[in-house]
């Protein structure tokens, strides 16, 4: 089966300018999650969905920060101004429903703003 | 609070040796427990997992781990390490009750020929 896919790998913005991050997650699963990762940590969780619905994103900035799962299969995170802070990997996983902690993850995308 | 702790930023083993990497929580509900490696430019993928019963669980590329719950660990071991198992290793908790998984910062696993 093919896993979760991930675009693009690698973007570089200025600061203030806007990015989105498009995600494809495993056929048949459920759950998507969005992570970010710094460099020399774990992840951190930024928003969960079921299906199309956001069932926890009381981690994700929302200020700046916006995600949508509209048909319940991909996803995109948005990022709308880039700080400086922001730099980091975005990790996207999915799941099937009702297993817990066994995620299937992209191979990220890297983000670097100057 | 819950946290899990991997206590070795960096450890370097020799081709073929044993390998044991370490890993403590605090939490405070029964745990799930599970052990990640991400290797260069790849994504996390799920090496092993403990949900309950025998608490030596096998995983992936001849990788297990052992609960000990009167220590709160979950080290995981290896008996003989191939080049490619260098990598980054994080272990993660949580509980059957919800989906936030707690995440270690990783342990980067360096292999000397």
Redo the contacts between chains.
């Keep these: 089966e093919a ?2 896919v991930q675009s693009p790998r690698y973007k570089i913005i200025e600061k203030k300018q806007p990015v989105a991050f498009w995600c494809n997650p495993i056929s048949g699963h459920n ?1 998507l ?1 969005w992570y970010l990762q710094n460099l ?6 930024l928003i ?1 969905y079921e299906n199309e619905e956001a069932v ?1 994103d009381s981690q994700l900035p929302k200020d700046r920060f916006s995600a949508e799962r509209l048909k319940g299969v991909d996803s995109t995170l948005k990022i709308q101004p880039a700080e400086l802070g922001d730099s980091a990997v975005y ?1 996207c ?1 999915s799941s099937r429903q009702g297993e ?9 995308s890297r983000l670097t703003v100057l | 609070a819950q946290s899990v702790t991997q206590p070795d930023i960096h450890i370097t083993v020799s081709e073929g040796a044993s390998l044991e990497l370490r890993c403590n929580y605090s939490y405070g509900a029964t745990p799930y427990l599970f052990w990640y490696v991400q290797s260069p430019g790849q994504g996390l993928q799920l090496l092993l997992k403990y949900f309950s019963g025998d608490t030596l669980v096998q995983g992936i590329k001849g990788f297990e781990a052992e609960f000990k719950r009167s220590q709160s660990s979950f080290n995981l071991r290896k008996p003989s390490v191939h080049w490619s198992d260098a990598a980054e290793y994080f272990c993660a908790v949580g509980a059957s009750s919800n989906y936030q998984l707690i995440w270690g910062a990783g342990t980067k696993l360096i292999i000397k020929p």
Excluded: C, K, M, S
Aim: proline share 4%.
């Design positions: 896993g979760v759950t999650y020399g940590q774990g992840p951190e969780l969960r926890d990790l996983a817990t902690g066994e995620l299937f993850f992209g191979e990220g």
